[in-house]
T-cell receptor, first 116, second 113 residues
Framework: EPEVTQTPSHQVTQMGQEVILRCVPI?????FYWYRQILGQKVEFLVS????????KSEIFDDQFSVERPDGSNFTLKIRSTKLEDSAMYFC??????????????FGSGTRLTVV | GENVEQHPSTLSVQEGDSAVIKCTYS??????FPWYKQELGKRPQLIID?????GEKKDQRIAVTLNKTAKHFSLHITETQPEDSAVYFC????????????FGTGTLLAVQP
């Protein structure tokens, strides 16, 4: 069964440092997402990406965040200057279907980001 | 707003009993409703989903029912087993450019042996 892969599985970083989280979505999916889950809380939407550009972003996704699809397979989330409250599990997801008939949202195994 | 309400937040059942988790969504255009199981430290794993053109879907011990008029959908697990213990999330796609999934707040299911 196709999978979404994420690296690294765990990243520890100093406050103020930049981090890049990497994802390889399922190859024939066209819609990509980043989500965040603070420990013990629900999964929160950060940003969606389609046709090589951001389609939608949440209030959480401020100027410190950016996404890229640098080479047609990888999908990255960058946090420019990490804060303690950025500590969370970050999930990448991709899905099948069309804009109006979505299905098959598949999540990666996540990157646990710890900001110290 | 973009909201999915989920109840209960915790549910404890005896092994062999049934468990029911309920969700309510607000966007009448939502047309696909997945349920995810999440074990501690792991990814949300899709366990069952339903499209808006059907009212019920079953897969062995798991079923999902949908009431489009009331904007409710529910997860039913029968003959629960200890390995069903996990956090369960419902979700619904909200329109906009890419139908992002919005998640419920989760239900911690504990199946007591």
């Amino acid at each position: 069964e196709p999978e979404v892969t994420q690296t690294p599985s765990h990243q520890v970083t100093q406050m103020g440092q930049e981090v890049i989280l990497r994802c390889v979505p399922i190859s024939n999916h066209l819609y990509f997402y980043w989500y965040r889950q603070i420990l013990g809380q629900k999964v929160e939407f950060l940003v969606s990406f389609y046709n090589n550009e951001i389609s939608e972003k949440s209030e959480i996704f401020d100027d410190q965040f950016s996404v890229e699809r640098p080479d047609g397979s990888n999908f990255t989330l960058k946090i420019r200057s990490t804060k303690l409250e950025d500590s969370a599990m970050y999930f990448c997801a991709s899905r099948a279907g069309t804009l109006y008939l979505p299905y098959g949202y598949t999540f990666g195994s996540g990157t646990r980001l710890t900001v110290v | 707003g973009e909201n999915v309400e989920q109840h209960p937040s915790t549910l404890s059942v005896q092994e062999g009993d049934s468990a029911v988790i309920k969700c309510t969504y607000s966007d009448s255009a939502s047309n696909y409703f997945p349920w995810y199981k999440q074990e501690l430290g792991k990814r949300p794993q899709l366990i069952i989903d339903i499209r808006s053109n059907v009212g019920e879907k079953k897969d062995q011990r798991i079923a999902v029912t949908l009431n489009k008029t009331a904007k409710h959908f529910s997860l039913h697990i029968t003959e629960t087993q200890p390995e069903d213990s996990a956090v369960y999330f419902c979700a619904a796609p909200y329109g906009g450019a890419t139908n992002k999934l919005i998640f419920g707040t989760g239900t911690l299911l504990a199946v007591q042996p």
